[in-house]
């Protein structure tokens, strides 16, 4: 077919697998909600200026992914690739900010990022996160952790691991960096040039380098925790005290960093045994101190994860099959329709999901429709049905008929219903 196909990287969501995001979405919204997290939806774009300096020019996302556009009033517009940044915005910009602090947020969403499309990897893509903000003892960077973790329990999620770092402070983080530098200067000629390139714009980001990982250098790189300030290892042996006392497993993984700028003292992601390399993490997240400053608003701690829902939903366990309705209304022409929208109106007052095929094509061929998409009773409403002020009720299991008064017709469907025997009583 020569039609408009969708752009690359992105997906149709149809019935199943939009059920099973949106399952795996419920249950984190549980999850948040019991941890005392209310949920707030920002703007899908933004301007272009959030992210520049919320997630910082030197990374991936802003250089190379970023979906910007400048709208028809000459603004510079960017369809947002994350959701830290425009919480932070949104907080500052609204009455939460008078909220007694720490204020915990949940949010979800598409996000969108001009990446190459692969297995778990889109251009546009669905996250579910959380933020704290206004909170710096790091006993709630273990409660951020516990409840991403909850939830992948309660998805019935296994095989995953808990990643854990610490990337310093504004304190350390200088000095750390020129240990990197240090350390790879003198190698400097044997690193590919994208390497090179990191080292100049954002040392610690060769730490998570494909292009080294095979090499062993890394291996021998300077570590963050040897270089944390006693502020900085006290908050780290903290937080791994907190997952301790929730009894969540971790391992301390020194060349995790994040790809975004404004993160301070705790990394973590989760990782899943099946996503294999690069598409490995079904989340991740940190601390980030620094970030309301580098938005232009007073200081403000936060620490939050993003987990991607397709990557969840893909290793989680598959959701019931989808139900359709299990009621028709089928007007029998020449006669019925009218009788036949107004019933199937009722039921659904009633709270009932009801098909309604009121037209005139034969009554076989809405039966067969009906059939076909698994409805389980049908109603149908022909010349005597609405002169006797009945429904003949049609039980498409055993194909046997029964006439039912239209008073009292809820009840005796939800009967019917419940116990699918009792509607055998006449032959059709
Ligand atoms: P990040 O903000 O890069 O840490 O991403 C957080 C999570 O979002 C990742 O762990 C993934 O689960 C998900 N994610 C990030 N980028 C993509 C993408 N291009 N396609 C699908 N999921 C993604």
Not at 371 to 380: K, P
Request: charged content about 25%; hydrophobic content about 40%.
């Amino acid at each position: 077919m020569a039609g408009i196909s969708r752009p690359r990287g992105t997906e149709d969501l149809l019935p199943e697998p939009l059920a099973r995001l949106n399952r795996v979405l419920a249950a984190g919204l549980q999850v948040a909600e019991a941890h005392g997290y209310r949920q707030i939806e920002t703007p899908i774009f933004e301007s272009t200026d959030l992210f520049v300096r919320g997630v910082g020019e030197s990374t991936d996302v802003v250089t190379r992914e970023m979906y910007t556009f400048p709208d028809r009033g000459g603004r510079s517009l960017t369809l947002r690739p994350e959701g830290t940044a425009p919480v932070v915005r949104a907080f500052w910009e609204s009455p939460l900010r008078q909220a007694p602090l720490p204020v915990r947020i949940s949010y979800s969403g598409p996000m969108f990022r001009y990446d190459r499309p692969g297995k778990g990897r889109y251009r546009e893509f669905h996250q579910f996160g959380v933020e704290v903000l206004g909170e710096s003892e790091p006993e709630v960077d273990a409660e951020v952790i516990g409840l991403a973790w909850r939830w992948l329990e309660r998805l019935g999620v296994s095989g995953t691991s808990l990643q854990l770092n610490s990337l310093g402070d504004r304190e350390c983080r200088p000095a750390y960096r020129a240990a990197l530098l240090e350390f790879f200067e003198p190698r400097m000629a044997a690193l590919p040039e994208l390497d090179r390139e990191r080292l100049r714009r954002n040392p610690l980001r060769v730490l998570d380098s494909k292009e080294l990982a095979g090499e062993g250098i890394l291996d021998h790189a300077p570590r963050t925790i040897d270089h944390l300030c006693p502020g900085c290892r006290e908050a780290f042996e903290r937080v791994q005290e907190a997952l301790v006392a929730l009894g969540i497993p971790f391992a301390v993984n020194h060349r995790l960093v994040r790809g975004l700028d404004y993160y301070a003292r705790t990394a973590f992601e989760v990782w899943h045994q099946e996503l294999a390399g690069a598409q490995n993490a079904l989340f991740g997240g940190g601390r980030y101190d620094g970030l309301s400053e580098l938005l232009g608003y007073p200081p403000l701690p936060g620490v939050g994860f993003a987990a991607g829902l397709e990557r969840v939903a893909m290793i989680s366990a598959p959701p019931p099959p989808l139900g359709g309705p299990e009621l028709a209304v089928l007007s029998a022409p020449p006669a019925g329709q009218k009788a036949a929208v107004a019933l199937a109106d009722r039921l659904r007052a009633a709270g009932m999901a009801v098909l309604l095929d009121a037209g005139v094509r034969g009554l076989r061929a809405k039966l067969s429709f009906a059939e076909r998409s698994g409805v389980r009773l049908a109603l149908i409403v022909g010349e005597s049905e609405v002169q006797e002020r009945t429904v003949a009720v049609r039980r498409m299991a055993g194909r046997t008929q029964v006439s039912v008064p239209l008073e009292g017709l809820e009840g005796r469907l939800r009967d019917l219903l419940g116990n699918g025997e009792s509607a055998g009583e006449g032959a059709s």
